[in-house]
């Protein structure tokens, strides 16, 4: 390519955007399969001076790119009876958008679906797939559900490499934290899928290394993601449940026991609203009864409250939580030192 | 939002493909109103159609697109064989099949059916870009009582005033406010309602799983012209210039803290030297800090400002005293 100089030149990339662009229309346009030769002929900026090399392999590396983009450009054999030299063709039928006429309020939930991702790293994709299903309308651009705003957000950096090895089924290898651990250790997965759960993205998976599913936050991968081999490389199980997946490894159920605690006149609102009874004890504390899950989980959110609330029952839950503010006099130059 | 300066070229050609059918549908549009619609700059799309009117199935002057925007007003012509958009991507598809689903699980809301039915006619227009959109789930928002959030969102259509009962967990108060509702709004997991609040006189984000109680009032609920909506691209959180910069150790066991709190620091602390992190945060109100460092019983160490680690100190030693009355403890 010869390099463009002075004012108005177009730039490279200028130059390269109007050869796909013709090559695209042309490829459209032809009603039989285009060999080389003559697609060379009808693309300007294939330049006749080029070297025949030069122009084959920049065509090469066009057609990749514009398959990338997902444009179907197909070869087909120009005449099968004499010729063998390939020629190339993109059918419309392939290429275009299937004539889909969406109502006024088909419009408006895509819209909001597409404003989802307003503030993601798919924001572009997602603000393009919805110019394309307006294409057709003729109204204007409207916004029509007042009042709610759903918001998707990608803040962690491995999303999108994930995300591109789930949607097309590629191995990849990333260093992952534990939650407790401070080493980075190297991971080998076949990403299943992705799922966003109370607003954190988890990615499920086969762990290799453990031979074994694995869930995976995606806030803990350190570092860049790795793909290892080809897409489509392995199967997702076919019962396999994004959702349901996510939620067993990050939120196990447990049973609930009975607990009674003592909690000061106007405070503990949060407590007072999971309460099967409050009695009032005197002017300065209420008696609480709630069911609790998790005892360690239970303890902290008591020791929360400071003086404000008192566990009483049961014994396991006392101790967990005198240990918890015992601990944090300890950590604060309290206690014995 | 203009385009990255360094838009590539395919990426171009990806966006010139998509916006030439558009205006070939919008013949005549305000050359102004059609860049905003296209989320480019003016200069933008002037150069786009420079350069759509360079292109063509074959070189003849009739062969070429036909771009006119002259006068202001946008006009594309002979660009047939791409007055269709191309076909979805699998990024495409999925970012709309994936958000519609997640819409269906909004609770309260009225718009159901029109999801179900732009999904199907979706799904079937994508064909197999939309087949991978089954391994992706969002959850927009749990959390909020359906009833709440459509009180809420009937209050803003109306633009009616409405009394909240709210809890603040971090503080434990429980407050009472009137709030000129601005819209609902599912962000990291919760839903939360943004409004003018008379109390703060200011704009708040509320929780909905906190807000105990929502009427709606016979008061006209139009916000102050001052009352504007926060950007939420980094999340809820605000930090104010009187914030206070604290210092946080936390051991292992309490190093999940720098995952739920916006946090502007963090460093690793070497396994030889105990684990965990290092991190600094800004607050305006210590009364959560005291709490959480109750809460990690030791795990989690104030290093600075002296006077919060001493508040720590002192409030754990009072919620102790209550437990000499406990038996055993």
Known sequence: MSSPSGSGAPSAAQTKTERLLNLVLVLLYARRPLAKAQIRQLVPQYGANASLEAFERMFERDKDELRELGIPLVTEDIDALWEDEPGYRIHQR????????????ELAVLGLASRTWAQASLAGPAAQALRKLRAAGVERDVDALIGIEPRLRTAEPAFDAVK????????????YRRPEATEVVERHVQPWSLASWHGRWYLNAYDEDRGAPRVFRLSRIAGS?????????????????????????????????????????????????????????DDTWSLVDLDYGDLDAFAEELAGY??????????????????RLRGAVAAHGGGEA | MPPAPHETATARLARLLTMVPWLVNRQGIDLVQAAADLGVSTEQLEADLRLLFLCGYGQMPDELIEADWEGGRVFVGNADSIARPLRLGVDEAVTLIVGLRALREVPGLDERDAVDRALAKLESAAGDAAAPAHRVRAEVAGGGSPELLARARRAIADRRRVYLRYVVPARDEATERDVDPMRVVGIDGQWYLEGWCHRA???????????????????????????????????????????????????????????????????????????????????????????????LGGRGVVLEPADIAAEVREGAERALAAYAAVPGA
């Open chain 1, 306 to 323: 400071g003086a404000d609330v008192v566990a009483e029952q049961p014994r396991e839950l006392v101790d967990a939580v005198v240990e």
């Open chain 1, 225 to 281: 993601v790795r793909t290892v081999g080809r897409p489509g490389a392995f199967e997702v199980p076919a019962d396999h449940e994004p959702e349901v997946m996510t939620r067993t490894a990050a939120g196990p159920p447990t049973a609930q026991s009975p607990a009674v605690v003592r909690v000061r006149q106007g405070a503990g609102h949060a407590l007072r609203r999971r309460a099967r009874t409050v009695g009032e004890v």
């Open chain 2, 201 to 295: 006189e200011d704009t708040r984000l509320f929780r909905m799983d906190r807000v105990e109680e929502l009427t709606v009032l016979d008061v006209d609920g139009t916000p102050p012209p001052e009352a504007t909506e926060r950007d939420l691209a980094d999340g809820t959180f605000r930090p104010a210039p009187d914030d206070v910069t604290v210092t946080l150790r936390l051991l292992p066991g309490a190093t999940w803290v720098a995952d739920y709190y916006a946090v502007d620091t963090v460093r690793d602390v070497p396994a030889d030297e105990g684990g965990g992190l290092v991190v600094t945060l800004r607050t305006a109100d210590t009364a959560w800090l005291r709490r959480l460092l109750w809460r």
């Open chain 1, 164 to 175: 591109d090895a789930v949607l097309r089924r590629v191995r990849i290898a990333f260093g």
């Open chain 1, 94 to 105: 392939d290429y275009a958008l299937p004539d889909i006429a969406f109502e006024s309020d």
